[in-house]
C-alpha cells in the first residue's frame, strides 16, 4: 500500500454480546464534568477521557497531530460504549460537553437486550444499525450450552480470532455497513447535528473502526490512529475482568479465557479490515472514495470540521 493511503442480560444479563461486548455497569471514579485531560497512564497523552460510572470507554477524538502539523479539534467527535446504564450524574457529564447528536452503531437485538441509550435531554439519537456477522450469536450460544467441550469447540484453538477477524472484514465488505459509517462520516464533515457522539456496545470494533478510519482521514499518522484504537485494551481492562470471573463463579465458563480474544482488539483485527480495504479499493483512500462514497468536497469538509 502506498505510503499516503489512509488507512461489539444473557440467557440472564451476562449473555450479552461479549463479543461487541455488554458488559456490566462499572464504578469509576468521579470527574469533572469536562472531560478529563489527565488520561490516567493513558499511553496516548493527547486523550481525554470522560469517566463516567455507567460507560468504561467514553472519550474525545480530539487532539492528535496530523501529518502536516495540524491538530484534531477537541470537543467535535466523541467515541463511546453502550449508554444504557448512564446515571443521573453520567448523564449531567455528557450535557456538560454540549452534544447535539448521538449515532448508536447497535442492532436492534442489542438494544432490546441491554436497553436503550439514557441521554440527556435535548440530544438527538440517531440509530445506525452495523452487524456483526454472526460473531454475537456464536458467542452467545457457546455460554448457553455451559458445556467446556462445546465452547472450546466453537471459541477455541484460534476461532474466537477467526470471527473477529471476519467481523473487521464485514466492516468493508458489507453494503450496508458502509452505508451507516458513511452517513456518520458525512454527519461530521457537514457539522449536522455536532458536536456528535457515536457508540456501539463494547465502543472498540465498530466504533473503533469509524475513529481509525476519520483520524487516518484527515491525516492522523498510522501509529497514532492504531493507539487510539488499541487505547479500548487498557480502559476495558477492569470490566472485562469482572466479567470472565464472573462468568466462571456462575458456573458458565470452566475456561473464561476463551472469551479473551472477543473482548479485546487487535492489530490483526484492525489489518484484516485494511487488508479487506486493499483488496476491494485499494487501500483505504479508495475505501473512502469508492467504499463509502466519500467526495472529495466532503474529505475536504471534514478536515476544515476537525483540524485547527
Not at 458489507?174 to 456501539?200: E, N, W, Y
Request: hydrophobic share 40%.
Amino acid at each position: 500500500m502506498r505510503a499516503t493511503r489512509l488507512l461489539r442480560r444473557t440467557a440472564g444479563t451476562t449473555l450479552a454480546a461479549l463479543a461487541l461486548g455488554a458488559l456490566p455497569a462499572c464504578t469509576a471514579a468521579e470527574a469533572p464534568p469536562r472531560p478529563d485531560r489527565s488520561p490516567a497512564a493513558s499511553p496516548a497523552s493527547t486523550v481525554h477521557r470522560v469517566t463516567l460510572h455507567g460507560a468504561v470507554n467514553v472519550r474525545d477524538l480530539g487532539g492528535y497531530r496530523a501529518a502536516d502539523g495540524h491538530h484534531v479539534r477537541y470537543g467535535r467527535v466523541f467515541r463511546a460504549d453502550g449508554l444504557g446504564k448512564l446515571t443521573p450524574a453520567d448523564r449531567a457529564k455528557l450535557a456538560a460537553l454540549d452534544l447535539r447528536t448521538v449515532v448508536d452503531f447497535r442492532v436492534p437485538a442489542e438494544t432490546a437486550r441491554d436497553g436503550a441509550d439514557r441521554l440527556p435531554r435535548g440530544l438527538t439519537l440517531v440509530p445506525r444499525a452495523v452487524a456483526d456477522s454472526g460473531l454475537n450469536d456464536t458467542t452467545n450460544r457457546a455460554l448457553a450450552t455451559k458445556d467446556p467441550a462445546t465452547q472450546r469447540k466453537l471459541l477455541g484453538e484460534g476461532r474466537a480470532a477467526r470471527l473477529m477477524r471476519a467481523t473487521y472484514r464485514s466492516f468493508v465488505t458489507d453494503a450496508k455497513s458502509r452505508r451507516q459509517f458513511a452517513a456518520t462520516v458525512r454527519d461530521i464533515a457537514d457539522g449536522k447535528g455536532a458536536p456528535l457522539l457515536f457508540h456501539c456496545t463494547a465502543g472498540k470494533d465498530r466504533t473503533g473502526w469509524l475513529s481509525y478510519v476519520l483520524l487516518r482521514a484527515v491525516g492522523v499518522p498510522e501509529s497514532a490512529a492504531t493507539r487510539d484504537y488499541l487505547l479500548s485494551n487498557e480502559l476495558r481492562a477492569a470490566a472485562d475482568r469482572r466479567t470472565r470471573a464472573g462468568l466462571k463463579k456462575a458456573g458458565r465458563m470452566r475456561n473464561p479465557e476463551l472469551l479473551t480474544p472477543l473482548l479485546k482488539v487487535r492489530e490483526d483485527y484492525l489489518r484484516a479490515a485494511l487488508d479487506q480495504a486493499e483488496q476491494d479499493y485499494g487501500g483505504l483512500d479508495g475505501y473512502l472514495t469508492d467504499g463509502l462514497g466519500l467526495d472529495t468536497s466532503t474529505l475536504a469538509g471534514l478536515r476544515a470540521r476537525l483540524l485547527r
